[in-house]
């Protein structure tokens, strides 16, 4: 056998151990997870879901003249602008599943897909204004929490160096259809799902074993390091909405370990180093705005982002922390 199968074996057995062991707290941790979706994530979620659908999938490979100057600014090769609008407004992963089907398809070559990945993936609309929303008093917070995360994606990609590169040619849109919306909806919202309930069960045991000690506004930010949608939905325990507001930005950048497990399973063959240095950098960005904001220490903020700008931007000629032009 060998050793990643020996430890893949090994911690399925621990984790049926532990099941067998205490399986009232994996069925409460199931229980919660179910009714979460039942009441909150699929109400607020499936509609943007299949709007989202017919949307993208009328943008994808189409090139859009208003887009051609943010193309630029982005780095993306012309012609392929489009997945930057659905890495927007797709929501995750949608938008490294779209980055992926380009490579695969001939349009993006290896280095610039893994460049896109670091910028093309982020929390789209549907997520943001279906359940980030009704944590917050003011309908205009969502979309301050939106403008920051898409800000924090633009720096990423300034930061990360590029060499022009020749047009991009995508696969032409096919004809979007209200029944394939819906199929691909009620698929992505299964997955969502079932990563959600996946996750209740294992900070339900996180709960038993530690967190209860720890303070809610860490509490918070373990559960949304490791779960997105479950992080927000603890956002209600924070009582001081400023902290509120940061954690949930800092959340929303990272996007957690299930967003990056769920990139990992439609990225295949493409590195994902670029993805997770943009998704630190992005947060770093997020929460350095939201600082500013709350506290209204621009001096700081300021110098602090010319500082990572150019500390990241050494990368151009010295390749530092790998980040050399694609």
């Known amino acids: 056998m060998k050793p990643k199968q020996l430890w893949k074996a090994l911690l399925a057995s621990g984790a049926m151990l532990i099941l067998i062991l205490d399986s009232q707290t994996a069925v409460e941790g199931a229980k919660t997870g179910i009714d979460l979706c039942i009441r909150t994530i699929i109400p607020s979620l499936f509609p943007f879901f299949i709007i989202s659908s017919i949307l993208t999938s009328s943008l994808s490979g189409q090139s859009l003249f208003f887009l051609k100057p943010l193309g630029r600014l982005y780095g993306i090769p012309a012609g392929a602008e489009s997945l930057l609008l659905i890495g927007v407004l797709g929501g995750y992963p949608v938008g490294a599943q779209a980055v992926s089907s380009a490579y695969n398809s001939g349009s993006l070559t290896k280095s610039q897909a893994e460049r896109m990945l670091a910028f093309c993936n982020n929390a789209g609309p549907a997520f943001l204004f279906g359940v980030v929303s009704q944590f917050f008093p003011s309908a205009v917070i969502p979309w301050v929490l939106w403008m920051i995360h898409l800000a924090g994606a633009l720096m990423v990609a300034i930061l990360i160096p590029h060499e ?4 991009a040619t995508l696969p032409p849109a096919k004809e979007p259809s209200l029944t394939q919306a819906m199929q691909q909806s009620l698929r992505t919202m299964a997955a969502v799902c079932g990563w959600v309930i996946l996750f209740r069960v294992l900070i339900g045991f996180f709960y038993r074993w530690f967190l209860w000690i720890l303070p809610v506004e860490l509490q918070v930010l373990i559960i949304g390091c490791l779960e997105l949608s479950n992080g927000c939905m603890e956002l209600a325990g924070v009582a001081d909405l400023p902290t509120r507001f940061l954690l949930c930005s800092g959340m929303l950048a990272f996007g957690g370990l299930c967003v990056t497990m769920q990139t990992l399973s439609v990225v295949k063959g493409l590195s994902v180093k670029h993805y997770l240095l943009g998704k630190l950098m992005q947060t770093i960005t ?11 220490s621009w001096v700081i903020l300021i110098v602090f982002l010319l500082f990572f700008f150019f500390l990241f931007r050494k990368g151009k000629n010295s390749r530092f922390y790998g980040l050399h032009p694609v």
Request: charged share 0%.
């Open 164 to 167: 022009p590169a020749q047009a």
């Open 286 to 296: 997020a929460v350095s705005i939201c600082i500013g904001i709350l506290y209204h």
